[in-house]
């Protein structure tokens, strides 16, 4: 199903998924209020959500699906506009799966590439099963199953900086540990969050605004300060240089991704050894999940989310089977678990 009150761009997106073999369009309707009519009827796979909508706005349409429908959900968002930015990054702590650029004109140098992108991601995300949301806030309904507290943090060689990395779910999930960190937390944390180079900025803009800590996006040179975040910018790998400073690079992607969560993994191993702690959330794929393993290997402390609380759990399910996690932790207790590691306690 399709949402979006610009009747231009509504016949463009109609044209653009209507030729791919993979689609089918059971709807195409211009704001929340159809769209919530047209639900139980058209039943669909997968949506594509405008958020500036006339009425009750893309993100409360969001929230409204999640809460009785649940339903993969696209946001489609123009990538300059502050607002709607905002807006899409609160979308996806709602329940939205991931976020694209709104298609420009069919003559537009970008236009293929972006319409490639947006029925790939429909394609993708139709097959991502998605949970009932309650109708207030995006806190998860239950948990699968009970959890005793983790292992007790080994001690050794005192961490210096963490690593987070997340794909597809990312957004909310990484608002979620780094919000429940303290505002003292002693160590720098580095983020790499899949997602489309239009939308960094606004994202590591957001995640600044639900946080208590200082969110930037990072910037090549700089040295990585406590209790500060430095998220990697688009479509550049973020890593760790051997004197501690940020390396921002163009290398090819790395299990095709760029920004790459292993290339940060790995630069870490080499660079930090046991005093990397490394943290593997949510996403589809495999990414991370050998670089995890290297700084295992390395001595690192090592996380990845349980499958209870994963939106996607392609990535950490991928670290799990290798061997790279040496704790496999649901969401709300991932920010209490780094907390004790840096205070050098245990769990118990």
Not at 29 to 50: F, K, N, Q, W, Y
Not at 70 to 84: K, Q
Not at 170 to 178: E, H, N, S
Not at 237 to 244: D, M, V, W
Request: proline fraction near 7%.
């Amino acid at each position: 199903m399709l949402v979006e009150d610009s009747l231009v761009v509504r016949q463009l997106l109609i044209h653009i998924v209507g030729r791919d073999a993979r689609l089918e369009i059971v709807a195409a309707v211009a704001s929340g209020e159809e769209a919530l009519a047209a639900l139980a009827t058209a039943r669909p796979d997968v949506i594509s959500m405008d958020i500036r909508l006339p009425g009750i706005d893309g993100l409360e349409t969001t929230r409204r699906i999640m809460a009785e429908q649940p339903t993969p959900i696209v946001v489609v968002a123009d990538a300059v506009e502050d607002s709607s930015l905002r807006i899409s990054m609160n979308a996806l702590r709602a329940g939205a799966l991931s976020v694209v650029e709104k298609p420009v004109a069919t003559t537009h140098a970008g236009y293929e590439a972006v319409a490639t992108q947006i029925c790939t991601q429909l394609r993708i995300m139709a097959d991502v099963p998605v949970i009932r949301r309650r109708a207030i806030g995006a806190e998860w309904a239950g948990k699968a199953r009970d959890f005793s507290a983790p292992p007790p943090v080994p001690r050794g060689a005192a961490p210096s900086l963490v690593a987070i990395a997340a794909s597809t779910g990312g957004p909310p999930a990484l608002a979620r540990v780094i919000g429940a960190l303290p505002l003292d937390f002693p160590l720098p944390v580095l983020v790499v969050q899949h997602m489309g180079a239009a939308f960094m900025e606004g994202f590591a803009a957001w995640l600044n605004g639900v946080v208590g800590l200082s969110v930037t996006l990072a910037r090549e040179g700089e040295r990585p300060e406590a209790g500060r975040v430095y998220v990697a910018p688009g479509d550049r790998h973020l890593e760790l240089s051997p004197c501690g400073t940020l390396r921002i690079t163009d290398a090819a992607p790395v299990g095709g991704q760029r920004p790459a969560a292993t290339a940060l993994f790995r630069s870490l191993a080499r660079n930090a050894g046991a005093r990397g702690v490394g943290v593997l959330l949510t996403g589809m794929g495999e990414d991370g999940a050998a670089g995890l393993l290297d700084m295992r290997r390395a001595g690192a402390i090592t996380v990845a989310e349980d499958e209870s609380t994963a939106v996607v759990f392609g990535m950490p399910a991928a670290a799990i089977r290798m061997g790279a996690a040496g704790h496999v932790l649901p969401l709300d207790r991932v920010a209490a678990h780094l907390t004790r590691i840096v205070a050098g306690g245990s769990a118990s």
